[in-house]
Structures are given as structure tokens and as C-alpha cells.
């Protein structure tokens, strides 16, 4: 079968608009739009190529987890770069950044009760790879490793710190 692949189509979307509003004296201004188009697409096609099939399904589940996450907040998936928001827009996707966190760590948890956090990571560090794969330069999100040991401390009360110990062959 084929290898999943995490559509970047509405990075093309979004280039393809910022080209066509740029009013400076270096605006590209393609005879052919649907050349310019065209080439938006292989762009993305090529950085998607260079990803491993391993690497590029982890980021397909963790991305429909992130779009399950903005639609109960009702706001698009696909994120603004970091370099065009005010402190009120960063506080904002902050905050989307660590609710995904908490909220992807419990729906791990009604899965598998012994779920541990770091793999909620996982899939918040997935996300953050579409992003800039996609040409965006995510919002910092500096309490993840604050969640993160918050988390911890609630696993370790409810299992043990044993369990966190790695396990290795005699």
C-alpha cells in the first residue's frame, strides 16, 4: 500500500496567497498561475518525500488527533507562524499547543489505563513537525515539559515510580 501522508495542501494554499498579495517590488508575478501552483505542490511533495514512512504515519495519526483538538475549539488546524502573532495570539496557541497535550494524554489513558505521558509528546512533537513541514514555524510552548512532569507525578500516584523504570534483559 501506499505510504499515509499528512496533507500539506493548505500550505500550498497559503503560499500560493501570500504570492499573489505581495505588492513589493520583488512580488514573483508568474505568466502562468497554474505553473507557479504546480510548482507549490511538488515544493511540499519533495519535503514530504524526504520524510521515513515510519516517521510520516506517526504524524498522519497525531494530526488527526490535533484536528479532532481544533474542532472541538473551533478553529482550523492548520496554524499561524509564530513570527506573525502579537503576545495575545502566542498566549493563544499556547494554549492550544498545551491542551492537545492533556487532552491527547487522556484519551491515551481511556485506551490503555497504564498509558504513559512522555507518548502524549510524542504526538504533540508529530504535530509541531507537520507545522514546519508545511512551511509554518510553530508557537513555543515552553509548559510542555512542566505538563509533561505534572503528568508524571499524577502516573507515579496512581502506578508506582517502578513501572517508569526501564526494563532490561538479564
Known amino acids: 500500500p501506499p505510504a499515509p501522508r499528512v496533507s500539506v495542501?493548505?500550505?500550498h494554499v497559503q503560499v500560493l496567497d501570500v504570492l499573489a498579495r505581495d505588492t513589493s517590488r520583488f512580488a514573483l508575478r508568474p505568466s502562468d498561475p497554474a505553473w507557479a501552483a504546480s510548482l507549490a505542490v511538488e515544493i511540499?511533495?519533495?519535503?514530504?518525500?524526504?520524510?521515513?514512512?515510519?516517521?510520516?504515519a506517526k504524524d498522519t495519526f497525531a494530526?488527526?488527533?490535533?484536528?479532532?483538538?481544533?474542532?472541538?475549539?473551533?478553529?482550523?488546524?492548520?496554524?499561524?507562524?509564530?513570527?506573525?502573532?502579537?503576545?495575545?495570539?502566542r498566549a493563544r496557541e499556547r494554549f492550544l499547543f498545551d491542551s492537545f497535550l492533556i487532552e491527547d494524554y487522556k484519551r491515551m489513558v481511556r485506551a490503555?489505563?497504564?498509558?504513559?505521558?512522555?507518548?502524549?509528546?510524542?504526538?504533540?512533537?508529530?504535530?509541531?513537525?507537520v507545522l514546519r513541514r508545511g512551511g509554518v514555524t510553530p508557537a513555543d510552548s515552553p509548559?510542555?515539559?512542566t505538563?509533561?512532569?505534572?503528568?508524571l507525578s499524577r502516573y507515579v500516584s496512581l502506578h508506582g515510580a517502578e513501572v517508569l523504570a526501564p526494563r532490561r534483559a538479564e
Open 63 to 89: 494530526w488527526k488527533e490535533w484536528m479532532r483538538h481544533c474542532n472541538k475549539l473551533n478553529t482550523v488546524a492548520w496554524r499561524p507562524d509564530r513570527n506573525d502573532l502579537d503576545s495575545d495570539e
Open 44 to 56: 511540499n511533495q519533495c519535503v514530504n518525500d524526504s520524510v521515513p514512512d515510519s516517521t510520516l
Open 143 to 145: 509548559n510542555t515539559n
Open 9 to 11: 495542501e493548505q500550505a
Open 112 to 129: 490503555k489505563p497504564t498509558a504513559k505521558p512522555r507518548s502524549a509528546v510524542g504526538n504533540l512533537m508529530a504535530v509541531r513537525r
Open 147 to 151: 505538563i509533561l512532569r505534572g503528568l
